[in-house]
């Protein structure tokens, strides 16, 4: 009696198992993501100013604020690998750090000075095939340091994510975005959606306290095929789960867009010299923010991309999904409360 109740047992598990993987095959299984914590002592970040909280972001995604007074900075829960870490209070001041996390470890990130720099900010729209317009939203935006000498003639194709300094945030449900606390100097501001073309302004000797607005990105559609996951993030808790708007969905790809011509002429004649033929960037990563109800829409090129999830105070995972040309997959994510 004992052996044929294991034995119906089993058959159910495997029920189940073969039940929760329909329609996506073994790739509906999540994998964990590998977490650290970061910690580091905040120096002068409100420094007199009216602003009484400030963002802290990692890779763009802002994950928490922190109040005026607050001097230690401990991050706990944090994907491993390498991550852009901004602290930013108000329009101008900030801290910019790159950091490496390690699973189950610390970084000590040692004294964090603010230090103040200017902004900029703009919109982000696609244009179709019919030249129809509508807003880019929760697109990543990079500004890189350098300006055009980083795509002068003969200069290397650029990796995005940069593996050294630069700034990134997303476009809201409206298309605009703002980078602040941005250090003096000379950028690169770009940004792309699989299927579309890149876009690029030229950002000459921004200032400390200067705004420098309507850097406005147009996405013109190309005729790379395409495919796109799409689903819904979701934290458990207790016994229920809830959606988790502003969750990241980051997938591990190769996207190298073209430039429109229009553009490189433009930024040629803003620079008075000979640049590199397109595509001037590679993005080996591909993000996007999940909405407020926790759905996601994330074009990507045919491949085999890892897609990870994350949302501050859950324990991360990812998923391997199969990406082909024209085709839609459904990928959602449960993450447990850590």
């Known amino acids: 009696m004992k052996q044929h109740t294991w034995k119906l047992v089993a058959i159910v598990v495997i029920i189940g198992m073969v039940g929760g993987c329909a329609g996506g095959g073994i790739g509906t299984i999540l994998g964990l993501v590998g977490i650290g914590s970061a910690v580091g002592q905040i120096n002068d970040l409100f420094n007199g100013g009216s602003d009484d909280r400030a963002e802290v972001l990692l890779d763009g995604q802002v994950i ?18 390498r991550h852009l870490l901004q602290v930013v209070s108000g329009d101008f001041r900030g801290i910019l750090r ?47 340091p350098g300006g055009t000498s980083l795509v002068a003639a003969g200069r290397q194709t650029i990796t995005l994510p940069p593996a050294g300094t630069h700034y ?3 476009t809201d449900g409206n298309g605009d975005y703002a980078i602040s606390a941005m250090a003096p100097g000379d950028y690169l501001v770009t940004a792309t959606v699989a299927g579309y073309m890149a876009d690029v302004q030229l950002i000459e000797s921004l200032r400390v306290e200067q705004r420098q607005g309507n ?124």
């Open 64 to 81: 928490r604020t922190v109040d005026r007074g607050t001097s230690t900075l401990r991050l706990q829960g944090i994907p491993e690998g």
């Open 98 to 144: 790159l950091i490496t996390v390690d699973p189950n470890a610390d970084v000590q990130l040692g004294q964090l000075q603010a230090e103040d720099g200017g902004m900029v900010r703009g919109n982000v729209t696609l244009r179709g095939g019919d030249g129809s317009t509508r807003a880019a939203v929760r697109v990543p935006v990079y500004a890189i």
């Open 168 to 170: 990134v945030t997303y």
């Open 215 to 338: 850097r406005n990105l147009e996405l013109i559609a190309d005729d790379v095929a395409v495919g796109r996951s799409v689903g819904v993030v979701q934290g458990r808790t207790g016994g229920g789960a809830s959606s988790l708007g502003g969750a990241s969905l980051r997938a591990s790809t190769s996207y190298s867009p073209d430039i429109p011509q229009d553009t490189i002429d433009r930024i040629a004649g803003q620079h008075g010299g000979d640049l590199r033929a397109a595509p001037w960037f590679r993005w080996r990563i591909l993000s996007t923010l999940a909405d407020a109800g926790g759905s996601y829409q994330l074009p990507l090129p045919p491949g085999t991309p890892r897609i990870n999830a994350f949302a501050y105070g859950y324990q991360p995972a990812f998923r391997d999904e199969a990406i082909a040309a024209g085709s839609t997959v459904q990928a959602d994510f449960t993450l447990d409360e850590r």
